[in-house]
């Protein structure tokens, strides 16, 4: 388990002190990190919050990612992706992430036929997205919460290229060597033991495949991270920090962002404030104070 991780989903669920002191003396005999216990509750609370307030063109209701600023991609690099020209104003910033990130492994497998697991789907538009650029493969998005993977099952069931399923990104359900590439966007933060999760991702991928990922952390837990990684045997092709990038798409969307939280209940604004990384929110405020960055990684598994 790295230290210093963030906590930036923690409180989304309307719970009381006493409920999460409990859980903490409940979990910690367990090893875990204490906010962890409560993240299917708290996905579903955003998921009910999202669909019910009908809080659309935010991206966060669509591919649940804080968003990449193209000006930051100064070479243009993987542009030959291309995003959809209807993608709504505040999606096509989270799928600018999702392209960042996968795109690496998507110059070395498209066309080939590739399968690819993205752990964590959310509510599954990033995953379409990346059904959607790369061509010929079969891509698998899941969740651990029911109710997420219900709800893609209903909105992508006309793509027979997409499938999701539920499932734990500490015991992933799925046979040794399995995937071509694995994409983890943004959710690291919430699980128990990074130790267990990347040892999985190494088991599910072929050899010679590849791992995309990116996440929020401080300086000292990426290290620890990409040690991790060389211990298990894995190569970092690309680190980058992405902060700036990151910071610039939730100011550019800054406005928008503050408009669709005004109309929730007082009680959670705050939380999804932090959740969707809003100016003013502590999350806003850590990465522009520089306690926490935005790194992406590209890793290869060896032949």
């Known amino acids: 388990m790295l230290e210093e991780w963030p906590t930036l989903n923690c409180g989304?669920?309307?719970?009381?002190q006493g409920m999460i002191t409990l859980a903490r003396k409940v979990v910690r005999s367990y090893n875990?990190?204490?906010?962890?216990?409560?993240?299917?509750?708290?996905?579903?609370?955003?998921?009910?919050?999202l669909t019910y307030y009908e809080l659309t063109n935010l991206g966060f209701d669509n591919a649940m990612n804080l968003g990449y600023?193209?000006?930051?991609?100064?070479?243009?690099?993987?542009?030959?992706?291309?995003?959809?020209?209807?993608t709504d104003f505040g999606s096509r910033f989270c799928l600018?992430?999702?392209?960042?990130?996968?795109?690496?492994?998507?110059?070395?497998?498209?066309?080939?036929?590739?399968?690819?697991?993205?752990?964590?789907?959310?509510?599954?538009?990033?995953?379409a997205f990346v059904a959607e650029i790369a061509t010929g493969s079969t891509v698998v998005g899941m969740d651990l919460s029911t109710t997420g993977i219900a709800h893609c099952k209903e909105k992508y069931k006309s793509r027979t290229e997409l499938t999701f399923q539920q499932g734990n990104a500490l015991a992933l359900d799925f046979e040794d060597e399995s995937f071509d590439i694995v994409l983890n966007v943004e959710s690291s933060h919430c699980y128990a033991d990074h130790v267990v999760f990347f040892s999985e991702v190494k088991r599910v991928l072929v050899r010679g495949g590849c791992f995309c990922y990116c996440d929020i952390m401080p300086p000292t837990s990426f290290e620890q991270l990409k040690a991790l990684v060389h211990h298990l045997g894995m190569q970092v092709n690309i680190e980058e920090d992405i902060t700036d990038a990151v910071l610039s798409a939730l100011a550019t969307q800054g406005k928008r962002r503050k408009e669709a939280i005004a109309q929730l209940p007082m009680v959670v604004r705050a939380n999804i404030a932090n959740v969707i990384g809003a100016e003013g929110s502590t999350t806003f405020n850590n990465f522009k104070e520089g306690k926490w960055h935005y790194y992406r990684l590209f890793v290869h598994k060896p032949i």
Request: proline fraction near 4%.
């Open 12 to 16: 989304i669920a309307v719970i009381t």
């Open 69 to 86: 600023d193209e000006k930051y991609n100064v070479d243009k690099e993987y542009t030959q992706f291309q995003i959809p020209q209807d």
């Open 32 to 49: 875990a990190r204490p906010e962890t216990f409560w993240v299917e509750q708290q996905y579903n609370c955003l998921h009910t919050i």
């Open 96 to 127: 600018q992430l999702y392209r960042r990130v996968v795109a690496p492994a998507l110059e070395r497998k498209v066309g080939e036929g590739a399968t690819i697991l993205e752990i964590s789907c959310g509510r599954g538009g990033g995953t």
